[in-house]
């Protein structure tokens, strides 16, 4: 995959189909993935993240929405998450966003979302929660991203 340094200690790869939220197709206008390694939050355009908030009321998710963050009460009803990258071969590989990637639960009982949106960027930017699920390096050198999903037991000893 290729790679683009736009962003500090951020890095690129082209995508190939929407994102998604378990099977409603959310967003065919990303062209970009990015990784950024020092944020957990993964980053959603402007118009993407109401439209995440949107599919939260269709499917009837509370949340409560205050200072650029919402919260959850519950994680039952939310779905995986997919974004499509396009690897080397031209062939796509599925980038899977399990709730527990994309929330965090909060003292009080309460889950915030991780997510967070930015003005202007066709990137959806995935924090560093990613790594939980998926090992990821960077060659500099050969402008790659190297990725691969953990096995189930690798990912539980971390």
């Not at 919402?70 to 995986?80: G, H, Q, R, T, V």
């Not at 980038?95 to 930015?118: A, C, E, H, I, M």
């Not at 790594?131 to 971390?158: C, H, M, T, W």
Request: aromatic letters at 12%; zero cysteines.
């Amino acid at each position: 995959m290729d790679i683009e340094y736009g962003l500090q200690n951020s890095y690129s790869t082209p995508v190939n189909r929407g994102l998604k939220f378990g099977n409603i197709l959310l967003s065919n206008n990303h062209q970009l993935a990015q990784f950024d390694v020092e944020s957990r939050f993964h980053i959603l355009s402007i118009n993407m993240f109401p439209s995440l908030l949107q599919t939260f009321d269709k499917q009837e998710i509370g949340y409560s929405y205050q200072n650029e963050n919402a919260f959850l009460s519950s994680i039952e009803k939310l779905k995986d998450i997919t974004l499509s990258l396009i690897a080397e071969d031209n062939s796509p590989f599925v980038v899977r966003l399990k709730s527990v990637q994309y929330t965090s639960q909060l003292p009080n009982g309460q889950y915030q979302l991780l997510f967070r949106q930015k003005i202007h960027n066709a990137a959806f930017i995935f924090g560093n929660t990613i790594f939980e699920s998926y090992s990821v390096g960077f060659n500099k050198d050969k402008q790659q991203v190297l990725i691969a999903e953990r096995s189930q037991q690798i990912s539980s000893q971390i």
